[in-house]
């Protein structure tokens, strides 16, 4: 089986539990953000991409279970949850789950369960993700990396292709630039110039198969990202 490479959003207020599991995950060369507040947690994970989320349910500001709920109600994704506390009853179990909760793991934790049970939670989502997209005008058949706007194939980099995926599956939200950059290079982006190229040619390639209008349907959104601006209704997935 494939190691994956992850991106988390650890919740954690307590910062020594924090440091020593972002270290942890870090050591995999797995992304991590790192949030110590509900209302942080919240903002992140409805304006970036993550593959799981670990989350504290004693925060300073909010209830964790009021932050699973949330994250699970905007996110643009439905990324999975993992709860990692120290409420370690039956109740306090069930009512994780019934709120939303993907699996759930009580203190103290071997980090190399964390890193187990992820990977797991990853694998599982990916197996949710259709293997072709429908999405407005774009069939995106994402096991070939092929790319379809209307019937007509687009010819895209390997990289364009991924930002046309990213936007799909995220519509009808933005994606800022940082998770563009972070999904598509890492920790170790090109210079800023890079990203606003590969949108120039994926615009142009749209243009080229479409019209002035087709080119038209991926929007800057100023000091945030992109997004597919068409009708939310116009997709299937």
Known sequence: MNKL????????????????VLDF??????????????????QLATRNSYDVVLLD?????LDGLQVCRAIKAGAPSNVPILMLTARDSYEDKARG??????DYLTKPFDLREVALRCEALARRQQLHVR???RVGPFTLQTRA??????DVPLQLTQTGFKILLLLCREHPHAVSRSAL??????SQPP??????SHIYALRKQLELVGGAGAAGVLVTIPQLGYRLAFDAAASDG
């Open 5 to 20: 490479s992850l991106s988390i959003l650890l919740v954690e207020d307590h910062l020594a539990i924090a440091r020593q």
């Open 25 to 42: 995950l870090d050591g995999l060369g797995w992304q991590t953000d790192h949030a110590g507040t509900g209302a942080l947690a919240v």
């Open 57 to 61: 349910l004693n925060l300073p500001d």
């Open 97 to 102: 789950f019934r709120d939303g909760a993907d």
């Open 131 to 133: 293997q072709e997209m």
């Open 145 to 150: 990396g092929r790319a379809l706007l209307g």
């Open 181 to 186: 950059l972070q999904q598509l290079w890492g």
């Open 191 to 196: 210079d800023s110039d890079a990203l606003k």
